[in-house]
């Protein structure tokens, strides 16, 4: 399987063609982009579907009609069929895998050990764990430094198995939608993964169960029974669960009072976010915010440096090298 990298500075981007502009160009290997600060960009005509992974900072993703910020601790896998734009924000640092669906057949074969796997990755969004990102570093590194073919091809293997097994519960829930054969049955999973794709991407927004179950193909009362079946809870639980997520990460990360958040996240009742928030984390939302404040003071006074997460920075080589260099402490 060949691997072809591409390392984009501030404001470079890339546009990829589909079909035979695709080959003519990469062939049927994988395309691998590691990208650094704002404006780099990649646009993806589809035909084959993307893997995106922040290293550190933020994505600005437009993928189909969906518009979206992707944020470290998160994987996203684009659909094949969708033109997708992914650009860096501020000083971030991402890794992105293009392929057509040929080309993503070998990966998968490689990276799940099969000869003639029927495995295929499903378009989805997914929180990653922090081995996953270390494994994204590794072949971010990888690329940078030109290592052999060997060295890159296991890193790229080690990180799409990674993926693999993040989407290793999908078939027991392709198995439960409704169909008679298995093609009936993925093609309502597929649909009904665009549907809960949106709604964690775009919880902070008036979402209403008539209009996702038009992006379904259902009528709402079909929608949400198939919903409950395949994923075990309701849309509006979901819904509510994706923006408690959020806003235990805005407690994290943002200045703003914890009203101002529960307002951005769509709550209009504070009683009704802090009840929720309680009974999903065990703790007030307040509780939560001091707790956050301590451990950064402490870490930031004793941290040891072995002890810290993955931290990627990102700086120019020297102009005749025309990339990005890639540090990283463990």
Not at 79 to 96: V, Y
Not at 127 to 137: D, E, Q, Y
Not at 191 to 206: D, F, I, P, T, Y
């Amino acid at each position: 399987m060949k691997i072809i990298s591409e390392n984009l500075r501030y404001g470079a981007r890339i546009d990829i063609g589909s079909g035979d502009a695709f080959r003519q160009r990469y062939g049927d290997g994988l395309l691998v982009v590691v990208g650094g600060g704002r404006g780099a960009t990649v646009a993806s005509a589809g035909d084959g579907g993307g893997l995106w992974l922040p290293l550190r900072g933020r994505l600005k993703v437009a993928s189909g009609e969906a518009n979206f910020t992707l944020e470290p601790g998160q994987v996203f896998l684009s659909e094949p069929e969708l033109r997708t734009q992914i650009g860096g924000r501020g000083a971030s640092l991402w890794l992105g895998l293009v392929a057509q669906r040929a080309g993503w057949r070998r990966v998968l074969a490689r990276a799940s050990g099969a000869i003639a796997p029927e495995t295929s990755l499903v378009p989805a969004w997914h929180k990653a764990p922090p081995h996953l990102r270390r494994l994204g570093v590794r072949l971010a590194r990888a690329c940078l430094a030109r290592a052999s073919e060997q060295e890159t091809q296991h890193a790229c293997d080690d990180l799409v198995g990674g993926v693999l097994d993040l989407q290793a519960g999908f078939d027991a829930m392709v198995e439960r939608c409704p169909g008679r054969t298995l093609a009936q049955r993925q093609g309502v999973f597929l649909r009904l993964q665009r549907v809960r794709n949106h709604m964690a991407l775009s919880c902070q927004q008036e979402l209403d169960v008539p209009e996702l179950a038009r992006m379904a193909s259902y009528s709402p009362w079909h929608f949400i029974r198939a919903f409950h079946a395949v994923y075990g809870e309701t849309p509006h639980a979901y819904l509510v669960e994706q923006r408690l997520d959020r806003a235990r990460r805005l407690l994290r990360s943002s200045p703003l009072a914890i009203s101002e958040i529960a307002l951005a996240i769509g709550f209009e009742n504070r009683c009704a976010f802090s009840r929720l928030f309680k009974q999903r984390f065990g703790v007030s939302a307040a509780q939560l915010r001091r707790e956050y404040g301590r451990a950064g003071a402490v870490r930031a006074r004793r941290c040891d440096p072995r002890e810290l997460p993955v931290r990627a920075s990102m700086a120019t080589r020297p102009a005749n090298s025309g990339q990005l260099a890639l540090a990283t402490d463990f």
